[in-house]
């Protein structure tokens, strides 16, 4: 039912897309499905492939570095819970500070793709920390009290208790992060320094007002994303398919 709900909802969003640029609603500024469709025929893969490449790389290493910070600064904060109010102030002020800000200064004094691949860690690091925290404290008591009774330490109790449960909680929140890293990798290259990716495209589109163009670049970006997901998805069921089970 979930999956039949899924496909008449995209079924009902390319409805109402088509009735508005029937429509010519926004002064006929939304083209049709069709438009944009035979305009991403036509630009081809030799357009889409490299620039999708260049931009899931970058999404990917900011995936990386930003979840794997995440995590490690989580396990750091459950062994030793003194940092915890340090390491959450910084968390959240990392969460709240414009990255559009901080995208150009890493630019001038890093240059290249740098600002892609740290905005991407960025946009993903606070909900992956929060998430790991939340589950590895939710283990249960009685099996940490067990380890502890059979001579386990702070060590033990981590890998054999907790961080089994903490898995649905990280996964979930690496779910978020795939499509979040996206998002980063986009807004880093609209920031200039490089001369590919889909933010790169679509600044280039919008600059010549090729407007189903835009649209189709903005799909990838969205397919993009969504492809994130659909490989974290795919990895936590044969990772911890147990997961899977409680989301049903």
Not at 11 to 29: E, R
Not at 44 to 49: P, R, S, T
Not at 69 to 80: D, F, H, M, P, Q
Request: hydrophobic share 55%; charged share 10%.
């Amino acid at each position: 039912m979930k999956r039949l709900g899924g496909v008449l909802g995209v079924l009902g969003l390319i409805a109402v897309w088509w009735i508005l640029a029937a429509l010519g609603v926004a002064g006929g500024t939304i083209p049709s499905p069709w438009q944009v469709l035979h305009t991403m025929g036509t630009d081809g893969w030799g357009l889409y492939g490299p620039n999708f490449r260049i931009t899931a790389l970058g999404a990917l290493k900011g995936f990386v570095w930003g979840n794997g910070l995440a995590i490690a600064l989580a396990i750091l904060i459950v062994l030793v819970p003194p940092i915890e109010s340090l390491a959450t102030q910084l968390a959240i002020l990392s969460y709240c500070t414009p990255l559009l800000a901080l995208g150009p200064i890493i630019l001038v004094v890093f240059g290249g793709r740098t600002p892609t691949v740290f905005l991407a860690a960025m946009y993903c690091f606070f909900t992956t920390m929060v998430g790991t925290v939340t589950g590895l404290r939710s283990a249960d008591r009685t099996s940490l009290e067990l380890v502890r009774a059979y001579g386990g330490g702070r060590w033990q109790q981590l890998y054999r208790v907790q961080v089994i449960s903490a898995l649905p909680n990280t996964l979930a929140a690496l779910k978020v992060a795939a499509p979040s890293a996206v998002l980063g990798a986009i807004i880093g290259e609209y920031l200039g320094g490089v001369d590919s990716g889909i933010g790169v495209a679509l600044t280039a589109a919008q600059t010549a007002y090729n407007v189903p163009r835009t649209w189709g670049m903005a799909l990838a970006a969205a397919a993009l994303a969504g492809l994130g997901y659909a490989v974290v998805a795919l990895a936590a069921r044969l990772v911890a398919p147990w997961t899977a089970q409680e989301e049903r």
